[in-house]
Each structure stands twice: as C-alpha cells, then as structure tokens.
C-alpha cells in the first residue's frame, strides 16, 4: 500500500438507526440511574465527538455540564506494552463532581483503565463510564464500562461515527468494517 493508500471500506456493521436507538437507550437508563444528581459528561476525543454530541442531547433537560479530554493510546496489540497519553485534560477541576466518562469504544481496556485511575486520583465524588462500542473479548486490563451500547462483532475493525482508521473515516454516520483485514 502507498504511504497515503487508504483501505476500502467494507460492510455495514452499525446503521445510523441501530447508533440512535442504541443512544436513545444510554440517555433513558443514565436518567433512571442518577435520579436528577447533576453529572459532568467527559467526551474522550477524538473518537467520542459524534456520541458524546448525540448523548448529551439525548439527555435532553438532564442537569449536565460538559468537558473533554484528548488521549491517545500507543503501542496497542495483545502482548506489547501500552502508553496511554493525555495530551488535553479537563478545562475545570473534577474534584467533588460525579462523572459521566464517554468512550467511542473500549477494546484491551487500557484507555479506560488510565482515565478512570486519573479521575480517581483527582478526588471525583464519583465516576460512571458509558462506551458506545464494547469488544469485551478482546479484554486484557480488567475494566468495565457501566453503560454500553452496542458489542462490536469479534476480530472486527470498526470505522465510522467517530471511529478511525489512521485518522480516516470519523466522518461517516454509520459504522462500518474495513474490507481488508486491519490486525489490531
Ligand atoms: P483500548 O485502550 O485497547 O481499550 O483501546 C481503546 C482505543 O483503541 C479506542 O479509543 C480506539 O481509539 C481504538 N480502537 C479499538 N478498537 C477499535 C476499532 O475497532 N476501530 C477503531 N478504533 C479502535
Ligand atoms: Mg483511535
């Protein structure tokens, strides 16, 4: 493949219907769940731009505040190490608020391993996690997230609504498969 070659997309995994019902769903069990107590939404970017917008507004007149994070995982693959680095924090101190973590998706877990044992550090009253996508057969670090919303199917490279592949294809409104196979 040429340095710039960007594979072919392959078929649909996720619809944008199948993404709204799932988003529909998240916003009424997190209302259930937190009965009024106002949260602070965290969107993990880049991949969780179009869920975290989706959600939130999901959440309608829920009492919510918004922030982000930008992290980005390197060295990624079953056996080798993983560096998860956080190259923007929160605007505002997250000490004493309940948090709403908004992952694209958890795969080995590592990402939100890190986020949560951040935000730990940091004194939050309290920290919830919601992940679009869980690939929990792929799990190397034991986390979970409380609230997911679709499970992506096995030795699947997902792109699309956020997802990337090489920084591609975050634009589409669906989710798709790569045609050729991505090891991960
Ligand atoms: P983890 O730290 O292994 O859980 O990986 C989480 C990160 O890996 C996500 O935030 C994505 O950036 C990336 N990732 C894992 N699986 C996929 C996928 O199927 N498509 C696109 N990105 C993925
Ligand atoms: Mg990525």
Redesign the pocket.
């Known amino acids: 493949m040429r340095a710039h070659a960007v594979p072919s997309l392959g078929k649909m995994v996720f619809s944008e219907e199948d993404i709204a019902r799932a988003v529909a769903r998240l916003g009424a069990e997190i209302r259930d769940r937190n009965n009024g107590l106002p949260l602070l939404m965290i969107g993990v970017l880049k991949?969780a731009l179009p869920f975290a917008a989706d959600l939130m507004r999901a959440l309608g007149d829920y009492p919510l505040t918004i922030d982000f994070m930008v992290v980005s995982?390197y060295g990624?693959g079953r056996s080798g190490d993983?560096n998860?680095r956080l190259l923007k924090d929160l605007e505002q101190n997250p000490a004493g608020h309940h948090l709403l973590l908004v992952?694209?998706?958890?795969?080995?877990?590592?990402?939100?391993a890190y986020l949560l044992n951040n935000l730990r550090s940091r004194q939050a009253a309290s920290i919830q996690s919601c992940a679009l996508i869980d690939?929990p057969f792929h799990r190397v670090v034991d986390v979970k997230p409380d609230y997911v919303g679709l499970r992506?199917p096995e030795d699947?490279?997902?792109?699309g609504y956020g997802?990337?592949?090489q920084e591609n294809f975050r634009n589409l409104p669906h989710i798709r498969q790569l045609r050729d196979h991505i090891p991960?």
Do not use: P, Q, Y
């Open positions: 991949g995982s990624a993983v998860v992952e694209d998706i958890v795969d080995e877990g590592h990402t939100l690939k992506a699947a490279f997902l792109v997802l990337d592949f991960t």
